[in-house]
């Protein structure tokens, strides 16, 4: 066992067990939240241990998982919008909640905590794995990776903590 694998279980274990939390417990909202974390967490497993086993493939797989994750939370999203707008709170244009999110519609932090930490995740395993990597092609599919995992994470998430202002349905 390399160090790569080491870290690969280390962020599958707390990832895994921050998932399992989120789809057995709490409302409908946390449970796609969830969902979308387990894209965001399996990326970097799979960066990692195709560093790890020397495997250029798993990061094929990791690239099509950054792609179609988010897409299918914001399936998810789509399809359980009643459910989903029943579980958070909207604060109105002139709350305070509303104002501190800039003007968006306050949705709490449901949403934004584990974005955030899987977006820093997944960048610190991108910069790693392109370090080790080496200039190249290869290290051009990790940054695509990595933008793609970062970018629809945010973009789900967004949709998931209230949708976007001026989007029928969101």
């Known amino acids: 066992m390399n160090g790569w694998i080491l870290a690969a279980t280390v962020v599958l274990a707390g990832g895994g067990a921050a998932v399992l939390w989120g789809v057995t417990s709490g409302p409908m909202s946390r449970r796609v939240v969830a969902q979308n974390l387990a894209t965001s967490v399996a990326c970097p497993v799979l960066l990692l241990l195709a560093q790890g086993y020397d495997r250029p493939a798993y990061v094929d797989l990791a690239l099509l998982m ?3 994750g988010p897409i299918g939370t914001l399936v ?3 399809l359980l919008a009643v459910d989903l707008a029943g579980d958070r709170p909207r604060a109105g244009r002139g709350s305070p909640a509303c104002r501190a999110n800039g003007g968006a519609f306050a949705t709490g932090p ?6 955030w930490a899987a977006a820093a995740l ?3 395993v991108v910069v790693a ?5 080496g200039p190249g092609r290869a290290m051009v599919k990790l940054l695509v990776t990595g933008a ?3 970018g629809g994470n945010v973009i789900a998430s967004r949709a998931l903590s209230g949708g976007f202002e001026g989007v029928r349905g969101g």
């Open 110 to 115: 449901a949403a934004w905590g584990p974005t």
């Open 66 to 68: 950054a792609l179609l």
């Open 129 to 133: 794995v392109c370090v080790a990597t």
């Open 76 to 78: 998810f999203a789509r």
């Open 148 to 150: 793609l995992l970062i």
């Open 122 to 124: 997944g960048a610190v």
